[in-house]
Structure formats: C-alpha cells, structure tokens
C-alpha cells in the first residue's frame, strides 16, 4: 500500500462485525483460565497480553501502523518521544559503552545524552552534522554502539546525510539510529537510505493537535546483532530475567522491539496509554494530508522571511539557497516540514520583541500542530547549555522557531509582518 493508504488503513483491520474503529482496551490485566497459560507468556513463549505496562492491543496496532509506514518489521509505542530516544540507545549500550552523534538535535535529546545518560556511565561523542566521512570515523571508538542523528534537527533545521552516517556506523559495525519526528514517513523513510532504528516524538505532527503525548521506536529489522555478539550481549546471550531466552534466537528480526518490551518497558514502565494510541491513529489517518500543507505554508512563510530587511537570516531546507537544500532534495523531495528558523536583526531582545507581538502564533514548547506556534530555544528548551554547545547545536542567541500550522499562508505571513512593523532592527 501506498503511503496514504497506510495512514488510514493500516495496523488494524476489522474482522466481520467488529469495531471499524480502533478499539480502545483500556485495562490494565487480562485474564487467563490456568497459570500455566499465563506462565508460557512471562517466558516469552506465547503471544499474549497480561499487563498493559508492557503491551495493550490498541497500542500494539498503532505501532504496527507506524512500522508500516517507516517500512520496518516490528515497533513498539512509547509514553513520550523522550522515552522512544532513551529506549533506543539503552537497549543496547550500558555502562562503559559509548555512542556517536550529530551535535545538531533537540536540546532535550542533547540533555539527556550529555547528562543524565553520562551519569549512567554511557559516554556520548557529539560531531557536526556537516563533518567530513574522515572526521566522523574518527570519533569512534572500539566501545561503540551506536550513532544517533535527526532527519531534521530541531530547531536548527540541519538534514543529516543518512547515507554518509549509515556507512560509518556500518563500517565499525554498530546500527544507525534516526529521529524522523520532523520529516515524518511521509516525507521520509530512512530505512531506504542505510538507518537502522527509527525513533519518532509522535507527540509531534503525527498527533498533529497537541492532545497527546508519545513516542514510538521502529526496527527496520536489517541490522545483523548475531554478527557482532561480543558488542551487543544483551541481543546475543542468554537473559536470566526470562529464562534464558537469547533474543535474537527466538526472535529473529523481532529481537531488538522484543527486548525493549520485555526488559526496558517491565523495568521503566513508560508505556504508551491506550486511550493516547487512540487519539494518536486519529492523528495519523489525516498526516499524507496535513504534512503536505504544513510543508506548503513553511515554503511560503520561509520565502516571505527571506525577502524581509528586518530579518537576518533564515534556515528551511526548502528553500533554493539554503545550506542543506540539495540534502533536502535527495532526502525530502515531497516537502521538508512546516518548520521554519530565522533571526531577527537586533539579536536576542529583537526576537523576543517580535514574538509578543505575534497574534495568530502562539508562544509555546510544542512545535509541528496544526496550530502554529513558536518558541525561542535559547531561552527555553535549549536554555541549560552554554554559548559553545548552543552553537554546536546550531542554536544562536537570536534564532525563532517558527512552526507553520494548516492555517492559511497569507494569514501567517500578515500576521508576522505586523509583528516585525514594530520590532527595532
């Protein structure tokens, strides 16, 4: 099936009778007739459910959804993007290992990384996006496990080179992790191009409406963890907390998303609520639709910008000119996003300046609604690095991330306009 078919038709598919809708099964055990039934599923030898921390029905058909809009075989819903991120990584790398990745992602990512993960005794090398093949081998080491990069960093709108990333993870024999939250399926599939895990913040444009929270990993089911045994022992060696169970024997190209349910969701508990898997299909059934609209008004808005004497510089990968236009094209070649960065002449206090007067553009944390919205990172999200990290990140003191909804584009721009009328540059 087509892309937008997947949207509306996929992971669920009613039997005679039954709900056309998703069903939500909102409960927290199910029940069996024997324990010996119930045993053969807490050793991972039937399938089943018996405790929604781990896995519900309506969760597990909206990430069978996404899974077949990334192209993947298997993947498993999470409570937040943050947790999907988390998960991703620490299925794989423990204390004393080390992980590679773009400098240029959501500063929340980068705190978690830098910080809290550091603290758990992983350590993190963060390169530019734009580094050369040779610098990017070099920042691995022989406890490497991963590499980690954004489609479309946020908020620094940078397109990773998946390919130049999946050839070096390759080569040292570590998988590819991506964050496609921005890009989207629609807009991208990196599975096609080398990566290996997909993570999304489905908080983002695939809700679309700011109702609910989540996050979802995807396995493409094409990196080979039996080849390097000795790197990933918790996908290769018996697991005592199950028995034995080896994963990636028993469960083939299911092994990394069975892991994650089995170890990581028993042990952390950040599962998906069912009732914000349902709001989340609703979401997903319209996205082919709203993405195409969303990258339509960030273009518009983008090119206004562009043109603007009061306006420094702007960042859409959309736009002829941009840094990462010919990435966009390769990439992105049915739109970019609705995102869009830009300065302000007269730096940080002028940026602040033009967001009070905004009236259409809210100012929020949230970003890819269908509302637009808008946010000064330096100040916000990204406000516990110092100048040289917000750099690295490609966040300056003065840049706007501004967050094209479906309105309509002539509104926007008229309502930036006004905004920047009373901005001093």
């Not at 937040?80 to 998960?87: E, L, N, R, V, W």
């Not at 169970?245 to 069975?258: L, M, P, S």
Request: a negative charge; aromatic letters at 10%; proline letters at 5%.
């Amino acid at each position: 099936m087509k892309t937008g078919t997947i949207c509306v038709q996929g992971g669920y598919t009613p039997g005679n009778g039954e709900p056309r809708q998703i069903p939500v099964i909102q409960s927290t055990t199910f029940k069996y007739a024997t324990s010996e039934d119930m045993g053969k599923l807490f050793d991972l030898e039937a399938e089943g459910y018996f405790y929604s921390r781990l896995q519900n029905p309506t969760c597990d058909a909206v990430a069978a959804k996404i899974a077949a809009l990334e192209g993947g075989v298997a993947a498993m819903l999470t409570s937040s993007g943050q947790a999907a991120t988390f998960y991703s990584i620490f299925n794989i790398a423990s204390a004393g290992d080390h992980v590679v990745s773009s400098a240029s992602i959501y500063g929340g990512s980068f705190n978690l990384f830098s910080v809290t993960m550091k603290r758990m005794g992983i350590e993190f090398t963060f390169v530019s996006p734009d580094c050369t093949r040779e610098e990017l081998n070099a920042a691995f080491r022989p406890n490497t496990k991963a590499v980690f990069g954004e489609t479309i960093a946020n908020p620094a709108l940078t397109v990773l080179d998946i390919e130049k990333f999946a050839e070096a993870a390759h080569s040292h024999g570590v998988p590819l992790i991506i964050d496609n939250t921005f890009a989207t399926p629609v807009n991208c599939r990196p599975f096609e191009w080398g990566a290996d895990i997909v993570t999304h913040s489905t908080t983002k444009y695939m809700d679309g409406h700011g109702a609910a929270l989540g996050g979802c990993i995807v396995d493409s089911g094409n990196f080979d963890w039996s080849k390097y045994p000795e790197r990933f022992p918790g996908l290769c060696t018996p697991d005592a907390s199950y028995h034995g169970v080896t994963y990636t024997e028993r469960f083939g190209k299911g092994a990394f998303i069975t892991k994650a349910t089995a170890q990581l969701m028993r042990d952390f508990g950040s599962m998906a609520a069912p009732q914000n898997a349902f709001l989340l299909n609703l979401g997903l059934e319209s996205l082919h639709v709203r993405m195409k609209r969303h990258s339509e008004n960030g273009l518009a808005v983008a090119k206004y910008l562009k043109n603007h004497p009061k306006v420094a510089w702007v960042r859409f990968a959309g736009l002829p000119g941009d840094p990462y236009h010919a990435l966009a094209e390769k990439y992105l070649p049915n739109g970019v996003c609705g995102v869009v960065s830009f300065g302000v002449k007269g730096g940080r206090s002028a940026a602040e300046a033009f967001m009070k007067r905004l009236k259409i553009a809210a100012i929020e944390t949230h970003v890819a609604d269908a509302r637009t919205c808008c946010l000064h990172p330096a100040s916000s999200t990204h406000r516990q690095m110092n100048d040289r990290e917000l750099e690295a990140a490609g966040v300056s003191p003065d840049l706007i991330r501004y967050s094209c909804g479906l309105e309509d584009a002539e509104d926007l721009i008229a309502d930036i306009a006004q905004a920047l009328e009373g901005v001093e540059a």
